[in-house]
T-cell receptor
Framework: EVQLVQSGAEVKKPGESLKISCKGS????????IGWVRQMPGKGLEWMGI????????RYSPSFQGQVTISADKSSYTAYLQWSSLKASDTAMYYC????????????WGQGTLITVSS | QSVLTQPPSVSGAPGQRVTISCTGS?????????VHWYQQLPGTAPKLLIY???NRPSGVPDRFSGSKSGTSASLAITGLQAEDEAAYYC????????????FGGGTKLTVL
């Protein structure tokens, strides 16, 4: 069974750094892209970027380029999304999801990680 | 503002048929990239509903169907049921600016 298991909810202060994770199992981790999707409270889905763990090819949405860093560790079957300095506007649910290639569907999704940034 | 445009809301009575449109452009849907649809029930992660314009993953009822024409796509739901009340999102790929994944703004379906 394919599973994407994300790290737990976080409460952080503005200016703090954060790295959340998405661990894949039940499939060949290096042969699928992992994407990150933001959902702000009461809003729609926003594509942030994707990474191909096989060779670390990474692509970002222009809206998120320079704001976050996406990475992956093949040895632990884990993808990451990180911020160096959080803002209140980063408060949202973040999902990881896998796809065969960037033009294909996201077949499987993680359960989501809720990030709350508040002073 | 999303590159893929969906109506913010649609509604229908149980048993009825509703459609949700997804309008793109020549650099995404019109460039022959596939359209995919997701259902997001309240408080849950999105779930793949339709892939490759008109294909259902295993377990998705045949009440759900997709179509695509030109620069637009549609999701149709027949025999509407109370449990279909959810948000629905289309997704495609855009070949401009080095290529990006795109989501529509989402459509909230209300079952009356």
């Amino acid at each position: 069974e394919v599973q994407l298991v994300q790290s737990g909810a976080e409460v952080k202060k503005p200016g703090e750094s954060l790295k959340i994770s998405c661990k894949g199992s039940g499939y060949s981790f290096t042969n699928y892209w992992i994407g990150w999707v933001r959902q702000m409270p009461g809003k729609g889905l926003e594509w942030m970027g994707i990474i191909y763990p096989g060779d670390s090819d990474t692509r970002y949405s222009p809206s998120f380029q320079g704001q976050v860093t996406i990475s992956a560790d093949k040895s632990s079957y884990t993808a990451y999304l990180q911020w160096s300095s959080l803002k209140a506007s980063d408060t949202a649910m973040y999902y990881c999801a896998r796809q065969v290639n960037p033009a294909e569907s996201f077949q499987d999704w993680g359960q989501g990680t809720l990030i709350t940034v508040s002073s | 503002q999303s590159v893929l445009t969906q109506p913010p809301s649609v509604s229908g009575a149980p048993g009825q048929r509703v459609t949700i449109s997804c309008t793109g452009s020549s650099s995404n849907i019109g460039a022959h990239y596939d359209v995919h649809w997701y259902q997001q029930l309240p408080g849950t992660a999105p779930k793949l509903l339709i892939y490759g314009n008109n294909n259902r993953p295993s377990g998705v009822p045949d009440r759900f169907s997709g179509s695509k024409s030109g620069t637009s796509a549609s999701l149709a739901i027949t025999g509407l049921q109370a449990e279909d009340e959810a948000a629905y999102y289309c997704q495609s790929y855009d070949s401009s600016l080095s290529g990006y994944v795109m989501f529509g703004g989402g459509t909230k379906l209300t079952v009356l």
